[in-house]
């Protein structure tokens, strides 16, 4: 992990109303820093995540993002088709569902080609040697490369969707439950495969899940939501350890071990 | 081994602890606030290794994870050299408690924490590896720290999960002692070894010391304690109620 701050986020809201999504949520991420947003659901996670990636309108607070040229950036007053660039080359967003990060009728190499070509990459053989090492890298046999999602399991969907939101070379990787919804033994994989992932590209991550397990493997920090609030963070082991908010104390002594 | 406070002054020192001071407040089990201790202090030269003695609950764990930065302290500092100056993990912020965790701060804990498919020599050579020590070079030192800890050659590509709790700890051991940390805490290191491991681990954190590398240890095994232990400790001394030593 670096020191140097990549992202900076203040007092960050979105109101449903007059129902709160999520409440002057203020942090810094550093460079090659995993983050764990945690908590129960209609905690405000998600919300915050759609925020902060730029695929909800925040209703106030500020965000800034400091580019790979240096530049600071004020994310919120990007334009529609700066924050569009922004999202296909420097950022990436892994869902839970990989249908939704998926074009499920497109072959599995298309898949990743489409997000370098959406990012300038023209050459048939470069885009197809290079989706096929992205397969590679999440462990998809080549010869699954022209096959369709729709003909993968759920692990390796999701193992493709990873592979396409990489490889732009993003520095910044926002993921919602990315091993939710999936069998313990197939999620073991998928952890040490991202864990791996992270490290080699040295990758910023702002991980949403409500497993606790999860994010004592991934993260190194952690923030814990409630009612759309951040009650606690701290350093991942310690706030799992030794929780100081009530409602963390909860949540923790609420699973049976991590 | 002497019972005094100070460390060996021919040696600088690398651990200095003033004052700390932990309560636990469960709000979920009626409020119950649990004094753990008060006005804990020690300091640790290099080339020093001090066991934590005291009843069981006395607090010695809960000491050494608050000298991790796994459970936080209430009042107090945790001074540990790192580089060529202090950092305090009472007060630190996460990613610096992470440098100092990386670099300088090694933890043999009871526990092997790991992810299941990731197999022991990469859990052992892990920790060479995020201090960008090249992958071949980290395996080789991984390979020569099973080997000498008797782990058999055929385990090293599996996940340490499914070892024997002896063989576990042994892996844990191996992972702790990777890197040369500067700084070494060590939780029942010999708990569950038979005789031979046992001596090898000895001599492992007697080579340690020859270092200069500061040692803070549990050790039930009155025996180990006696021969790697410079000093005792006793962390019942830190107790709530009691006038500090």
């Given at each position: 992990?670096?020191q140097?701050v990549?992202?900076?986020?203040?007092?960050?809201?979105?109101?449903?109303?007059a129902?709160?999504?999520?409440r002057?949520?203020?942090?810094?991420?550093?460079g090659?820093?995993?983050l764990?947003?945690?908590?129960e659901s209609?905690?405000?996670?998600?919300?915050l995540?759609?925020?902060l990636?730029?695929?909800?309108?925040?209703?106030?607070?500020s965000l800034?993002?400091?580019g790979?040229?240096?530049?600071?950036?004020?994310?919120?007053?990007?334009?529609?088709?700066?924050?569009?660039?922004?999202?296909?080359?420097?950022?990436?967003?892994v869902?839970?569902d990989?249908?939704?990060?998926?074009?499920m009728?497109?072959?599995?190499?298309?898949?990743?080609?489409?997000?370098m070509?959406?990012?300038?990459?023209?050459?048939?053989?470069?885009?197809?040697?290079?989706?096929?090492d992205?397969?590679r890298?999440?462990?998809?046999?080549?010869d699954?490369?022209d096959?369709r999602?729709?003909a993968?399991?759920?692990?390796?969907?999701?193992?493709?969707?990873?592979?396409?939101?990489?490889?732009?070379?993003?520095?910044?990787v926002?993921?919602?439950e990315?091993?939710?919804g999936?069998?313990?033994?197939?999620?073991?994989?998928?952890?040490?495969?991202?864990?791996?992932?992270?490290?080699?590209?040295?990758?910023?991550?702002?991980?949403?899940?409500?497993?606790?397990?999860?994010?004592?493997?991934?993260?190194?920090?952690?923030?814990?939501?409630?009612?759309g609030?951040?009650?606690?963070s701290g350093?991942?082991?310690?706030v799992?350890?030794d929780?100081?908010?009530p409602?963390s104390?909860?949540?923790?002594?609420?699973?049976l071990?991590? | 081994?002497?019972?005094d406070q100070?460390?060996?002054?021919d040696?600088?020192?690398?651990?200095?602890?003033?004052?700390?001071?932990?309560?636990?407040?469960?709000?979920?089990?009626?409020?119950?606030?649990?004094p753990?201790m008060?006005?804990a202090?020690?300091?640790?030269?290099a080339?020093?290794?001090?066991?934590?003695t005291?009843?069981?609950g006395a607090?010695k764990s809960s000491?050494m994870?608050?000298?991790?930065?796994?459970?936080?302290?209430?009042?107090?500092?945790?001074?540990?050299r790192?580089?060529?100056?202090?950092?305090?993990v009472a007060s630190?912020?996460?990613?610096?408690?992470?440098?100092?965790?990386?670099?300088?701060?090694?933890?043999?804990s009871?526990f092997?924490?790991?992810?299941?498919?990731?197999?022991?020599l990469?859990?052992?050579?892990?920790?060479?590896?995020?201090l960008g020590?090249?992958?071949?070079a980290?395996?080789?030192?991984a390979r020569?720290?099973?080997?000498?800890?008797?782990?058999?050659?055929?385990?090293?590509?599996?996940s340490?999960?499914t070892f024997s709790?002896?063989?576990q700890q042994?892996?844990?051991?191996?992972?702790g002692?990777?890197?040369?940390?500067?700084?070494?805490?060590?939780?029942?290191?010999t708990?569950?070894?038979?005789?031979?491991?046992r001596?090898?681990?000895?001599?492992?954190?007697?080579?340690?010391?020859?270092?200069g590398?500061?040692?803070?240890?549990?050790?039930?095994?009155a025996?180990?304690r006696?021969?790697?232990?410079?000093r005792?400790i006793?962390?019942?001394s830190?107790?709530?109620?009691?006038?500090?030593?």
């Amino acid at each position: 992990m670096s020191q140097e701050v990549i992202l900076r986020v203040e007092e960050l809201t979105k109101l449903y109303g007059a129902r709160v999504g999520c409440r002057n949520v203020s942090f810094e991420l550093c460079g090659a820093e995993v983050l764990a947003v945690v908590g129960e659901s209609g905690s405000g996670k998600s919300t915050l995540l759609n925020c902060l990636s730029g695929q909800l309108p925040p209703s106030g607070g500020s965000l800034s993002y400091r580019g790979a040229n240096g530049h600071w950036r004020d994310v919120l007053a990007l334009s529609e088709p700066e924050r569009r660039l922004l999202s296909r080359t420097e950022w990436a967003f892994v869902h839970q569902d990989p249908r939704d990060g998926l074009r499920m009728t497109v072959s599995a190499g298309g898949n990743v080609g489409e997000r370098m070509m959406a990012v300038g990459a023209r050459h048939y053989g470069t885009i197809r040697s290079t989706a096929a090492d992205w397969l590679r890298q999440v462990e998809i046999p080549q010869d699954r490369l022209d096959d369709r999602p729709t003909a993968f399991s759920g692990g390796m969907r999701q193992r493709l969707q990873i592979a396409r939101a990489l490889a732009t070379n993003p520095r910044l990787v926002f993921m919602d439950e990315p091993t939710g919804g999936l069998d313990v033994s197939v999620q073991a994989r998928l952890l040490d495969l991202i864990r791996t992932l992270v490290n080699q590209f040295e990758l910023s991550v702002i991980l949403v899940t409500h497993d606790l397990a999860v994010a004592r493997l991934l993260a190194h920090r952690m923030m814990v939501m409630k009612d759309g609030h951040v009650v606690e963070s701290g350093l991942t082991d310690q706030v799992l350890d030794d929780p100081q908010h009530p409602y963390s104390q909860l949540l923790v002594s609420s699973i049976l071990q991590t | 081994m002497s019972m005094d406070q100070g460390p060996r002054n021919d040696r600088p020192p690398l651990i200095e602890v003033e004052g700390l001071g932990k309560t636990f407040t469960l709000y979920n089990q009626n409020d119950a606030v649990i004094p753990v201790m008060q006005n804990a202090s020690l300091r640790v030269a290099a080339g020093e290794a001090v066991a934590l003695t005291g009843e069981s609950g006395a607090g010695k764990s809960s000491l050494m994870r608050m000298l991790y930065g796994n459970y936080r302290a209430q009042t107090g500092s945790i001074r540990i050299r790192h580089r060529e100056h202090w950092g305090d993990v009472a007060s630190a912020e996460p990613h610096a408690i992470l440098d100092l965790r990386r670099e300088t701060l090694g933890y043999v804990s009871q526990f092997l924490r790991v992810i299941p498919r990731v197999s022991t020599l990469d859990v052992v050579s892990e920790p060479l590896v995020r201090l960008g020590v090249e992958p071949t070079a980290a395996q080789e030192k991984a390979r020569e720290l099973l080997t000498r800890l008797r782990i058999p050659q055929t385990l090293w590509p599996l996940s340490p999960l499914t070892f024997s709790g002896g063989e576990q700890q042994r892996v844990n051991i191996a992972r702790g002692f990777a890197h040369r940390f500067p700084c070494l805490l060590l939780d029942e290191p010999t708990a569950s070894l038979d005789k031979l491991n046992r001596e090898t681990v000895l001599d492992m954190i007697e080579e340690a010391k020859a270092d200069g590398v500061a040692v803070i240890g549990i050790f039930h095994d009155a025996e180990a304690r006696r021969r790697v232990c410079d000093r005792e400790i006793d962390v019942s001394s830190f107790a709530v109620g009691r006038t500090a030593a």
